[in-house]
């Protein structure tokens, strides 16, 4: 802490970023799933240690959201929080961006420069794609996760800081210390508090709030006041595999509320017509659960969501209503709103 103070001090320092995001964004945590209570109790549980939490999961599913909203619990809420992704640097420069450099510390150091584990001292390094980090930077990482310190390019001087680490990836990280693209002692280091974020079509019972929530958002944004999404909307929605996630939902939802004139929602039902048709995944990839999910969804899409009588969504699968309505209780299966 000393030596970081002192060297502010002490001459012309370009921080990396215009603008490095430092502040927590005031965007909400949506969704009232099992799962996403789950990762919620996680992060609170996590939020007040100084652990280095490793977030993992698809594209879009919201680790950056949860990583913000760690550090928006912890008591370093009103301490920078520092983002870098690891797979938007070259990695020549990667570690300059991590640790800094002194001036002539190689061709183009033209001044000093702190790196982001000094921005960040006091508060959290949010450490995005950390799969992409070149194996000859891993050892560095490690030495300031453990003793959280280090030198910057081109300086013999140690410094100290106080930094809490949030890793995310959407790559299979202990795969990749099988395969040895990644160094085993970092992945353990990191791997003391994981948190996985479920896929957006595991909690399809998401869907109603975070679309309503982004009508409302864009709404705000142009000004339009959207009333009404069409139930059928949102069982489409529902039943659709969404490979890029929330993210990809909210993409669609601003893309309909361009295209809706009315106070009514006119979703581009053909953009999800490539989906998990009833029993039948496209991704090849679903569990028997998620299989089962999709079943289910969409015959109670065909039904109407009638579930008892001849016509009834029961008759359809061939089992007792009263077998379905607990499937549907078990699998928090509702009827959108
Ligand atoms: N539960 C949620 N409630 C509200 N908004 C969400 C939620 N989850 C994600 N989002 C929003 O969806 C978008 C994508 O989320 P985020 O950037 O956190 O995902 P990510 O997992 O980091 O994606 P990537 O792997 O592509 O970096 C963001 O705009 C985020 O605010
Ligand atoms: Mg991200």
Known sequence: MQAVQELSSAGP???????????????????????????????TIVAPTDAVVLIQGETGTGKEAIAREVHKLSARRHRPFIKLNCAAIPSGLLESELFGHERGAFTGAIGQKLGRFEVANG??????????????????????????????????RTIKVDVRVIAATNRDLARMVHEQRFRDDLYYRLNVFPIHMPPLRERPEDIPALARYFVDRFGRRMHRNVVTIPSESLAAMQRYAWPGNVRELSNL??????????????????????TK?????????????????????????????????????AARLGMKRTTLQSLLKRLEIVRPA
């Open 13 to 43: 320092i370009i921080v990396m970023e215009a603008n490095p995001r430092s502040v927590p964004s005031p965007e909400e945590i949506v969704g009232t799933s099992s799962a996403l209570r789950r990762v919620l109790g996680q992060a």
């Open 123 to 156: 508060g959290t390094l949010f450490l995005d794609e950390i799969g992409e980090i070149p194996l000859e930077l891993q050892p560095k990482l490690l030495r300031i996760l453990q003793e959280q310190e280090f030198e910057r390019l081109g300086s013999s």
């Open 253 to 274: 939802i601003e893309r309909a509320m361009i295209l809706s004139l009315g106070p009514t929602l006119d979703v581009p039902l053909a953009e999800l017509e490539q």
């Open 277 to 313: 048709s009833p029993g039948l995944p496209t991704t090849g990839t679903m569990t028997l659960g998620q299989l089962e999910r999709a079943t289910i969804l969409g015959v109670l899409e065909e039904a109407n969501w009638l579930i008892a009588g001849p016509r009834g969504a």
